[in-house]
């Protein structure tokens, strides 16, 4: 099954949910419903995104594609087999094929092991090479992603962000893995870097035939990047699809205002925002109906507590939203397509003030 | 327009046990009433170390500064003492910092950290002190503020808090704003919520703004003129949109460049070769020639200088880019 398959990876109505516990006086004991509900499937050599803003799951989301975290419902497949049910060395054999770039270069690296050593660490655990096919697998790996052999011995302290970024990427591919996870792999490094980092993931992916996850906030990078993604908000799924398709036609409220605050180096006279009011709401208990129509400038009575299903609009392309899809047949109460009236008042007097 | 800052010669350095850093090279700075001047560049060019220096906030030892010039106001600051300078500090230029969770004080409350600028400077009492401060939580859109600045920074999240900073620089009506970094922290829309909200606040009340940034996007939304640096030295100053038109200087062609755009439709993305030289080891002539493709022999061996293009255009480089776009435009 292992090649033949069009799949990497396919979760099936993942949730994720961390208990809060008590202890603190002022906070209720509950549950963080950090995913829910989130299906998808990656196809092989495919760059797929997952957008959306800190605290909307996506991490989350990424931890249990790789068995970092376990969810509390749903499956998980990769490469056909079922992650979470199987026995724990032919886990550890699957997690070779499956790797993750870090955010944060500073803290990703050991700060007392030098580059050979922080490199080499996954063969080394794999215990089935001797050291000098290690020291030529480093070396090789070195040249790759742009450093040379003299760095061996040093240290991660002696090395700017970016190369950092690399010692990551060269750590995270030793073991010729299938998948690869990128947490935000650039957003802690400067501008002018990112491009260089980027670049260098793609010229890898083409080299050995990856499948990447890709995580990002910046929707320029994923609209460049990825051939099909998911917009997150709250632990939900808001829009997905082919990327090129969501780019061209994004539909949900929450995809526009994302793209709206991307900020361009294009100047712009006056240029009209729609600038989303308020914060993310705390993923203990979230809104009952969609998740997002506390600031959803066209939310209505319904979106309340009727929560959207994710609905195919076109060939590869799904919403979730009752502005886009109409609401479903049911039994509501009287006026639940009255647009949230007041509600907008409110806000556009709190955009008044902004002015 | 009345020039608010003045810098000249702006030199900072750092000694240390393996050699000395040299953060800032002879920086000049000039900004007037009402103008917001950005000042951009990667970590580690020196941007910070020079708004800092504005304030007079960098510790001597164990730097060093030299300075020929800082007028603000037209008064020459360079010789202030400490306590001059803390009169001047929150009252007339004030600073609003990249981390809002590390540069509130956490034991106190949120309300209580901005009275004390009402407190030390206008010298109102406490009670006036709160009404002023609801009055300043509401004008930067903080819901409820009266009960919000009762809160205690954790209770608030990442965007609220950095108005509750916001509300503190605005505080005293400064004449000029230091903001290193503002939205670097914060998610996208919260970014945008909060760059509204600056550009709104600093275009009313006419006050000066100095952003020191990264983020060329967040310069192209906010800035009326931008100095770019590199390795401690200014490298380009000009008006925002000739900068964006037709950058002069290799450096600033590669770092727009770099910056990916949604109207992009190719999957590579445009980067700059190498990296910034460690502040140790500069290499010699111009700093970026080891970068630059067009560089020459004479850019190996002499530091080119800030040379006049036009009115508000400077560029250190001896071959500038991009010049008949400048004249078209």
């Known amino acids: 099954m292992k090649n033949g398959d069009q799949t990497i990876l396919e979760m099936r109505n993942v949730s994720v949910n961390f208990p809060v516990k008590g202890g603190l006086p002022f906070i209720k004991k509950g549950v963080i419903q950090a995913v829910s509900d989130v299906s998808l499937t990656i196809k092989r050599g495919e760059t797929f995104g997952i957008v959306g803003e800190s605290g909307c799951g996506k991490t989350t989301l990424a931890n249990a594609m790789i068995g970092m975290v376990k969810p509390t419902s749903g499956e998980v497949y990769f490469n056909g087999e079922n992650l979470y049910q199987l026995r724990r060395d032919a886990f550890k054999k699957i997690r070779r094929d499956m790797q993750m770039i870090f955010q944060d270069p500073f803290s990703s690296l050991n700060p007392r092991f030098n580059v050979y050593q922080i490199i080499s660490e996954p063969m080394f655990i794999r215990g089935q090479d001797d050291e000098e096919t290690m020291v030529q697998r480093v070396i090789e790996l070195l040249e790759l992603v742009g450093l040379s052999k003299d760095d061996l011995t040093r240290y991660p302290s002696d090395f700017s962000g970016g190369q950092r970024q690399r010692l990551g990427i060269a750590r995270s591919i030793i073991l010729n893995p299938d998948f690869l996870v990128c947490d935000e792999p650039v957003s802690a490094l400067d501008v002018s870097v990112h491009a260089q980092i980027l670049n260098l993931l793609t010229k890898i992916q083409k080299q050995m035939k990856l499948s990447y996850v890709f995580i990002s906030h910046n929707l320029a990078v994923v609209k460049n990047v990825c051939d099909s993604m998911i917009v997150m908000y709250l632990g939900k799924v808001m829009e997905s699809g082919n990327s090129e398709t969501v780019f061209k036609n994004p539909l949900h409220p929450y995809t526009h205002a994302l793209l709206e605050a991307v900020l361009d180096t294009s100047i712009k006279e006056d240029r009209e925002q729609v600038i989303l009011k308020g914060d993310i709401p705390s993923p203990i208990n979230p809104p009952k109906g969609c998740r997002f129509w506390q600031r959803c400038p066209r939310a209505m009575e319904g979106c309340k507590t009727i929560p959207p299903e994710n609905i195919e609009v076109e060939s590869d392309h799904f919403v979730a939203c009752h502005d886009v899809n109409g609401f479903p047949e049911g039994n509501f109460e009287e006026g639940y397509k009255k647009p949230l009236k007041s509600f907008d008042d409110d806000l556009s007097e709190h955009g008044k003030a902004h002015q | 327009m009345d020039k608010v800052l003045k810098l000249r010669n702006l030199k900072v350095v750092f000694p240390s046990g393996h050699g000395i850093i040299r953060a800032v090279e002879g920086v000049d700075l000039d900004i007037h009433q009402g103008e917001s001047v950005a000042l951009v560049g990667e970590s580690g060019c020196g941007k910070s170390v020079t708004s800092q220096s504005v304030m007079k906030l960098i510790e001597s030892p164990p730097a060093m500064t030299r300075v020929d010039t800082i007028e603000f106001l037209g008064n020459d600051i360079k010789d202030y ?41 206008q010298g109102v009492s406490k009670k006036e002190a709160r009404e002023y401060t609801i009055e300043a939580l509401k004008l930067v859109g903080v819901p409820e503020p009266r009960s919000r600045a ?180």
């Not at chain 2, 981390?99 to 009402?118: F, H, R």
């Open chain 2, 81 to 121: 003492s400490a306590k001059q300078m803390q009169d001047i500090r929150g009252k007339d230029i004030s600073m609003i910092f990249q981390d809002a969770m590390t540069s509130l004080n956490p034991v106190m409350t949120c309300g209580k950290q901005i009275d004390e600028m009402y407190i030390r400077h």
């Open chain 2, 150 to 329: 009762k809160n205690f920074p954790h209770e608030l999240s990442g965007g609220m808090r950095q108005r509750v900073l916001l509300a503190m620089a605005f505080a005293c009506m400064p004449k000029l704003i230091i903001a290193d970094e503002p939205t670097t922290a914060l998610d996208v829309t919260i970014q945008a919520q909060v760059l509204n909200l600056l550009r709104s606040m600093q275009k009313r009340h006419e006050m000066s703004l100095l952003l020191v940034t990264h983020d060329l996007s967040v310069v192209s939304n906010l800035a009326d003129t931008v100095y770019v640096m590199y390795s401690g030295k200014i490298v380009e100053k000009a008006p925002v949109k000739a900068l964006f038109q037709a950058p002069h200087h290799p450096y600033t062609v590669g770092l727009l460049a770099s910056v990916p755009k949604l109207s992009d439709t190719e999957k590579t993305f445009s980067q700059i070769p190498g990296t910034v030289p460690h502040p140790m080891k500069k290499p010699s002539g111009c700093y970026f020639h080891p970068r630059c493709k067009f560089a020459t022999d004479k850019c190996k061996n002499t530091m080119p200088p800030l040379t006049t293009l036009s009115e508000n255009r400077e560029v250190r480089c001896y071959y500038p880019l991009n010049l008949k776009k400048e004249a078209t435009a």
